[in-house]
T-cell receptor, first 111, second 114 residues
């Protein structure tokens, strides 16, 4: 089966750095995504990792370790607009290339 | 200019009614999806179509029936609505193929069953 775990909520201060962790268990791993979802809006794509290592994109970076079933999303120079839910999602080739979403981590950025 | 659009944005209806939600994408993508996001914010896959063919059908009551008239459209029809169907329904699309699995989501349809 599949299982994705991430913290329910995190709070950080404007200008700081925050790391949101995600652990997963899946039988047919084929890539990991991070999506951002502001309240009342649709999820939007942030990053994609399929190989081990760090992918950097501006203020956001995402790391993957396939052997550990672990990923993190790193947000630097936090801004108030970064307050949102961050969804870790794993693509699984079993059962037709499904993308399984975690419950999301609600990030609160305070001044 | 909208990439993935859904109608309606809000839907309030009585138990037992039948309703449809429409989705269209103008990205030229081959694959489309329907997700349900409940009050706990879990985003769960319901269906996926690739070039009008059903490829994923999760454990969803058969009151839910997707229809894809062409690869740019994936509609969702729900019969005999129940209170538990209240949720936000998101349509999404992706190009498919290795490295092209990023999904683009529509704005969501907020369904409330009374």
């Amino acid at each position: 089966g599949q299982n994705i775990d991430q913290p329910t909520e995190m709070t950080a201060t404007e200008g700081a750095i925050v790391q949101i962790n995600c652990t997963y268990q899946t039988s047919g791993f084929n890539g990991l995504f991070w999506y951002q979802q502001h309240a009342g809006e649709a999820p939007t794509f942030l990053s994609y990792n399929v190989l081990d290592g760090l992918e950097e994109k501006g203020r956001f970076s995402s790391f993957l370790s396939r052997s550990k079933g672990y990923s993190y999303l790193l947000l630097k120079e936090l801004q108030m607009k970064d307050s949102a839910s961050y969804l870790c999602a794993v693509r699984d080739i079993t059962g037709g290339f499904k993308t399984i979403f975690g419950a999301g981590t609600r990030l609160f950025v305070k001044a | 200019d909208t990439a993935v659009s859904q109608t309606p944005k809000y839907l309030v209806t009585q138990m037992g009614n039948d309703k449809s939600i429409k989705c269209e994408q103008n990205l030229g993508h081959d694959t489309m999806y329907w997700y349900k996001q409940d009050s706990k914010k879990f985003l769960k896959i319901m269906f996926s179509y690739n070039n009008k063919e059903l490829i994923i059908n999760e454990t969803v009551p058969n009151r839910f029936s997707p229809k894809s008239p062409d690869k740019a459209h994936l509609n969702l029809h729900i019969n005999s609505l129940e209170l538990g169907d209240s949720a936000v329904y998101f349509c999404a699309s992706s190009q498919g193929g290795i490295g092209l699995e990023t999904q683009y989501f529509g704005p969501g349809t907020r369904l409330l069953v009374l």
